[in-house]
């Protein structure tokens, strides 16, 4: 279930049932509220181990895409292209980036991460994000990258 209440008041403002989005039961997800379309509106986004969904403020699904082998409830968040749009940045077959409009995976680069949520930070000053994640899953132990941080 998704709840929003209005801060002054308490008023119920959406109540939406989420838990077979994806074919079955789920629970455990992540909710963001933020202006993924870049429409001056929010959407909510609704993260679980099962995929994501985008909900525009109504509650009615703008997209539904159940991804394989999702391990993060928490993706990153942030414009990686510089095209004025949000990317999700989510581990699990290794690093995605999907876009926010859509659902769609940008891009993916393997062998990186995945469990812990990728962190993003402008780290050289250039007005640009890097992404960061560290490879410290307890199967990448052969993995050159086993326990560095990756920029």
Not at 17 to 32: H, I, L
Request: hydrophobic share 45%; with cysteine; proline share 3%.
């Amino acid at each position: 279930m998704i709840y929003m209440l209005r801060g002054t008041g308490g008023t119920l403002l959406l109540n939406k049932y989420v838990g077979d989005m994806f074919g079955g039961w789920s629970a455990n997800g992540r909710t963001y509220a933020v202006d993924f379309l870049a429409n001056k509106k929010w959407e909510m986004l609704y993260s679980l181990r099962e995929g994501f969904v985008l909900l525009n403020s109504e509650g009615n699904v703008i997209w539904n895409n159940p991804q394989v082998a999702v391990n993060n409830l928490r993706p990153g968040l942030c414009d990686i292209d510089s095209d004025g749009a949000l990317e999700l940045l989510q581990l699990g077959a290794g690093l995605r980036a999907i876009d926010s409009a859509t659902g769609m995976i940008e891009w993916t680069l393997l062998g990186v991460g995945e469990i812990i949520e990728p962190v993003t930070v402008d780290i050289n000053s250039d007005k640009r994000d890097e992404v960061m994640v560290v490879a410290n899953f307890h199967e990448a132990l052969s993995d050159p990258c086993y326990n560095q941080v990756i920029v």
